[in-house]
């Protein structure tokens, strides 16, 4: 599967929000509007994984050559994954993310 082929649009499976392909950036891998994802990949972008768990947003990490991430926990299996922050995430989404992982 190609790059292209992977950035698709598509809805949200935990808001239902449609959600288009990113436009700067290579793949979108997690809804700007809730900030929540699929687990889909074992490695970034092979789609390889049948877990197909929500993944939750649970703290924001700093990346010195990828920059802001997200890092996601999938409620059906536990693994955390780092994605890149989009310029159209909700930023109040972010920003609470950040209040809550410095508090604890």
């Given at each position: 599967m190609g790059r292209k082929t992977e950035n698709t649009d598509?809805?949200?499976i935990s808001c239902g929000e449609?959600?288009?392909?990113?436009?700067?950036?290579t793949i979108r891998?997690?809804?700007p509007f809730c900030l929540r994802s699929v687990h889909v990949d074992d490695l970034p972008g092979d789609r390889a994984n049948g877990c197909h768990g929500?993944?939750?947003p649970v703290r924001v990490v700093s990346h010195s050559a990828k920059g802001w991430q997200?890092?996601?926990r999938?409620?059906?299996?536990?693994?955390?994954q780092p994605n890149r922050l989009a310029d159209d995430d909700n930023t109040d989404i972010v920003a609470e993310i950040m209040r809550n992982s410095a508090l604890g």
């Open positions: 598509f809805n949200c449609f959600v288009s392909a990113i436009k700067k950036g891998n997690h809804c929500v993944m939750h997200i890092l996601h999938c409620e059906k299996c536990g693994r955390e």
